[in-house]
């Protein structure tokens, strides 16, 4: 054989061999790039009609463009198939990671695994996904110090600590059913509330007190519904406040519940507002807080989730082990766990926490 046909011969044989790095592999292999080289990110989100969760959005996905990785951002106006639906795609179309802030933390399950196994590395975000072993890293805050932040604050502009014993009438509601969040929110509010509870120092005209935290479901406000909870303040109200009975406080366990029973207490025409817990932070709520009728929320802040949650990742990419030194159980396994810090925040330190630190403008917040 000559030169000439030599070449030719080694040419065809070289482009025959395919590059071991291309090959499909196991899950654990597939924690880098796709086949491009590209890192390939897909973001499922819960809904847009909530304003945190068009925040996490944007601030994870800009987190994380700004490491040079390809992302998509999706929301799922609240319905559990539609984003399945997407996360499925978003495995099929090559994404690397997948990042789910789950409507039903159970019913995410199936489209979780069928995304691992392509290959996808899963990281749960602010809401654990159940009972599956699909997922890789759970990021959020501390579950518990949200809900005893707001049996706290009750606690505090009720006097309880300084012995006064009422009876103060005290209605509860707890978040969603299908989040798994809800009931260590409600576990930390009945750890501070409970035992007042249970002395008779607070009480509920409308008997709605869960026998344990583990019925926490009991009073559980669908999808965390503004209108929803602000309908079941509405009947609460109406049914046994509207006789002169003072509402001293109510535990209301995200800012939509909050801005709902704030409605409720204007429509019943009450002359005063109990005492209304909230969280997120949203603007509205802001405003309601320095106008004097929500009395406080808990802020977390997001751009620190977001920063946690692609730092992760990004070390994940680069071969590191992510600093993840907490854990939770999803019934299945206990997963790594990222947890912040929330704050407690009311009109004496909103401006400093909210306005000052950038997370809203004085004109957000109404001031």
Same mark, same amino acid.
């Given at each position: 054989?000559?030169?000439?046909?030599?070449?030719?011969?080694?040419?065809?044989?070289?482009?025959?061999?395919?590059?071991?790095?291309?090959?499909?592999?196991?899950?654990?292999?597939?924690?880098?790039?796709?086949?491009?080289?590209?890192?390939?990110?897909?973001?499922?989100?819960?809904?847009?009609?909530?304003?945190?969760?068009?925040?996490?959005?944007?601030?994870?996905?800009?987190?994380?463009?700004?490491?040079?990785?390809?992302?998509?951002?999706?929301?799922?106006?609240?319905?559990?198939?539609?984003?399945?639906?997407?996360?499925?795609?978003?495995?099929?179309?090559?994404?690397?990671?997948?990042?789910?802030?789950?409507?039903?933390?159970?019913?995410?399950?199936?489209?979780?695994?069928?995304?691992?196994?392509?290959?996808?590395?899963?990281?749960?975000?602010?809401?654990?996904?159940?009972?599956?072993?699909?997922?890789?890293?759970?990021?959020?805050?501390?579950?518990?110090?949200?809900?005893?932040?707001?049996?706290?604050?009750?606690?505090?502009?009720?006097?309880?600590?300084?012995?006064?014993?009422?009876?103060?009438?005290?209605?509860?509601?707890?978040?969603?059913?299908?989040?798994?969040?809800?009931?260590?929110?409600?576990?930390?509010?009945?750890?501070?509330?409970?035992?007042?509870?249970?002395?008779?120092?607070?009480?509920?005209?409308?008997?709605?007190?869960?026998?344990?935290?583990?019925?926490?479901?009991?009073?559980?406000?669908?999808?965390?519904?503004?209108?929803?909870?602000?309908?079941?303040? =509405?009947?609460?109200?109406?049914?046994? $406040?509207?006789?002169? *009975?003072?509402? #001293? /406080?109510?535990? +209301?366990?995200?800012? !939509? @519940?909050?801005?709902?029973?704030?409605?409720?207490? =204007?429509?019943?025409?009450?002359?005063? $507002?109990?005492?209304? *817990?909230?969280? #997120? /932070?949203?603007? +509205?709520?802001?405003? !309601? @807080?320095?106008?004097?009728?929500?009395?406080?929320?808990?802020?977390?802040?997001?751009?620190?989730?977001?920063?946690? *949650?692609?730092?992760?990742?990004?070390?994940?990419?680069?071969?590191?082990?992510?600093?993840?030194?907490?854990?939770?159980?999803?019934?299945?396994?206990?997963?790594?766990?990222?947890?912040? *810090?929330?704050?407690?925040?009311?009109?004496?330190?909103?401006?400093?926490?909210?306005?000052?630190?950038?997370?809203?403008?004085?004109?957000?917040?109404?001031?």
């Amino acid at each position: 054989m000559n030169k000439w046909m030599k070449g030719i011969a080694l040419a065809a044989v070289a482009a025959m061999v395919v590059p071991v790095a291309a090959c499909g592999g196991s899950r654990s292999g597939n924690t880098g790039s796709s086949k491009s080289g590209q890192t390939n990110i897909g973001i499922s989100m819960p809904e847009q009609q909530l304003e945190r969760w068009q925040i996490d959005g944007t601030n994870l996905k800009k987190q994380l463009e700004s490491y040079g990785y390809k992302v998509t951002l999706q929301y799922a106006d609240g319905k559990t198939d539609l984003q399945s639906s997407q996360i499925q795609n978003m495995a099929n179309q090559g994404a690397n990671y997948v990042v789910i802030a789950s409507i039903d933390g159970t019913a995410t399950g199936a489209a979780a695994e069928q995304a691992a196994s392509n290959g996808a590395k899963i990281i749960a975000y602010d809401r654990l996904i159940m009972n599956t072993d699909a997922v890789d890293y759970y990021t959020t805050f501390s579950l518990t110090e949200v809900g005893k932040l707001q049996g706290q604050y009750i606690e505090k502009k009720l006097g309880l600590k300084e012995g006064k014993k009422g009876p103060f009438n005290v209605e509860l509601m707890s978040g969603s059913p299908t989040d798994n969040n809800a009931k260590y929110y409600y576990e930390g509010a009945w750890s501070v509330l409970g035992p007042y509870f249970k002395s008779g120092v607070l009480q509920s005209k409308s008997g709605k007190v869960p026998k344990s935290p583990a019925d926490y479901q009991s009073i559980g406000i669908d999808n965390w519904d503004r209108q929803k909870g602000q309908a079941e303040m =509405e009947n609460r109200i109406n049914s046994f $406040y509207n006789n002169g *009975t003072k509402l #001293d /406080a109510v535990l +209301a366990p995200n800012d !939509a @519940i909050a801005l709902g029973t704030v409605n409720a207490v =204007e429509g019943a025409g009450l002359n005063y $507002y109990p005492v209304i *817990t909230g969280q #997120d /932070a949203e603007k +509205a709520n802001v405003r !309601a @807080i320095f106008q004097g009728k929500q009395s406080m929320t808990v802020y977390k802040d997001t751009r620190k989730l977001a920063k946690t *949650t692609a730092v992760l990742i990004k070390d994940l990419v680069d071969g590191k082990k992510p600093k993840a030194k907490d854990t939770f159980d999803n019934g299945k396994k206990k997963v790594p766990s990222s947890l912040l *810090t929330p704050v407690s925040v009311d009109k004496d330190n909103a401006k400093q926490e909210l306005v000052d630190s950038g997370y809203i403008s004085a004109k957000d917040a109404g001031i």
